[in-house]
């Protein structure tokens, strides 16, 4: 540290202890701060950046990272200090995502003057919804018919090239971009954290989402397949200046409570970094036919959400008293009508995809038909002969025949709030 003023010999002393003490004082201070002095890489390696789960392999721990992503969102001042930041979005709003070249100098020189492809998605952060994302979306795509999760705001965005949004991945998009230029692009986010909660009886906590970005080179066939960098951060997502009262409630929070308590959390910053991590893993079941025009080089990672090829399509109508008329009265006609002349009636089924043909994706399908929780079934049976109501097993599922028709009717079960599924 370099002083201007000079200072008599006995004062040199006394200065050249303090400068040391002050210099011991700053020695860790751009660890517990991250402030602005510091580079990126310092600031990336803090706790507060990090996942409390890492699935980065070994080898990449200390890798430069080649492109830096940053969402123009402030971050939660609720969050412990070793805790991933996790940073709140309003449903429908357009975000900017800045697109950095953070190469050094003679880096990955394969790309300069080239295109490269990024993949944007909107996923589960919690692993239990993970396990079930394609049943959960499609249940979205059910209630929201026409709507996707996530867009791009094309006239707000800057720099992007060719921007896409395949019709059958609603939470995936995807553009070119020239790191050498100036990239942001602005996203809406249209689901809310709310609609994937187990039960919805109002005030309950939200499930979180994850903002990924994997990134892609071309190879020698000129396909954006080559994997070069993926990263994320914690969202969630709240009706319209939700994001806006749930922030203003954090901060209030923590600012009651006590200086030696606060010293548990991180601060609130301006903007989110997204943290490095795994590329979205390979799906087995992705359909490699690409949509007309929608270039599908990057099928292996892509979600894949709407593109099952289904093991098994059954179709099912939901009985009513209503529907149980209107057939009374169409057997009559047809008992009056011995040429087959219909009455005008007609029943609408739904179509119901299963892939691993289990009782329990049974069960979710159709508690998402009746937009209820898979607990408040209680079994599934199928009328057998006689009237006899049989109970629905994995291999009983594995033996109905291909776009076979059900009418589904209820029946209240003992347990409160539960019901029975019978299959006629």
């Known amino acids: 540290m370099a002083w201007a003023l000079k200072l008599p010999l006995a004062d040199e002393v006394i200065e050249s202890g303090l400068v040391q003490d002050f210099d011991a004082s700053l020695s860790g201070i751009g660890q517990e701060l991250g402030a602005g002095a510091y580079s990126m890489s310092d600031v990336l390696a803090l706790p507060i950046f990090k996942q409390e789960e890492s699935s980065l392999p070994p080898d990449n721990e200390n890798k430069i990272l080649p492109f830096q992503y940053v969402l123009c969102a402030a971050t939660s001042p ?37 295109l490269v492809k990024s993949i944007f998605r909107v996923v589960f952060h919690d692993r239990r919804l993970q396990y079930t994302e ?66 919805k009886h109002g005030g309950e906590k939200g499930v979180p989402f994850r903002v990924q970005i994997d990134t892609f080179k071309e190879n020698e066939n000129g396909e ?23 922030q203003k409630t ?6 009651k409570r006590t200086p030696h308590e606060k010293e548990k959390y991180q601060p609130s910053y301006e903007t989110t970094i997204l943290t490095e991590c795994s590329p979205w893993p390979e799906i087995t079941y992705v359909n490699n036919s690409p949509s007309p025009g929608f270039n599908s080089s990057h099928n292996n990672f892509s979600l894949g959400e709407g593109m099952v090829r289904p093991r098994l399509t059954i179709y ?109």
């Open 224 to 246: 954006y397949t080559e994997h070069l960098h993926s990263a994320s951060c914690q969202i969630k997502v709240f009706k319209p200046k939700g994001a806006d009262r749930k």
């Open 78 to 114: 609720a969050v412990k200090l070793h805790d991933e930041t996790l940073t709140y979005l309003n449903q429908g709003q357009s975000y900017e995502i800045r697109m950095l070249d953070n190469r050094k100098l003679g880096e990955l020189p394969e790309i300069n003057g080239k």
């Open 134 to 199: 394609h049943q959960q979306l499609e249940g979205w795509r059910w209630n929201r018919p026409g709507d996707r999760i996530l867009d791009i705001d094309i006239p707000m965005s800057v720099g992007i090239i060719d921007p896409r949004a395949n019709p059958n991945q609603l939470n995936t998009v995807e553009f070119l971009w020239d790191p050498a230029k100036r990239t942001s692009v602005f996203i809406q986010v249209h689901c809310i954290s709310t609609e994937f909660t187990m039960r």
């Open 250 to 255: 954090d901060r209030e929070k923590m600012e």
């Open 316 to 424: 099912v109508c939901q009985e009513s008293l209503q529907l149980r008329e209107q057939q009374q009265q169409q057997q009559q006609q047809q008992q009056k009508h011995e040429d087959g002349d219909s009455n005008g009636t007609f029943f609408v089924y739904h179509a119901i995809y299963l892939e691993e043909l289990t009782a329990v994706e049974l069960t979710e399908k159709i508690a998402q038909l009746f937009s209820i929780s898979p607990c408040q079934i209680s079994q599934i049976y199928k009328q057998g002969p006689t009237g006899i109501h049989v109970l629905i097993s994995d291999e009983m599922i594995q033996n109905f025949q291909e776009e076979a028709c059900f009418i589904l009717d209820t029946m209240k079960a003992e347990t409160n709030d539960s019901y029975h599924i019978i299959l006629k």
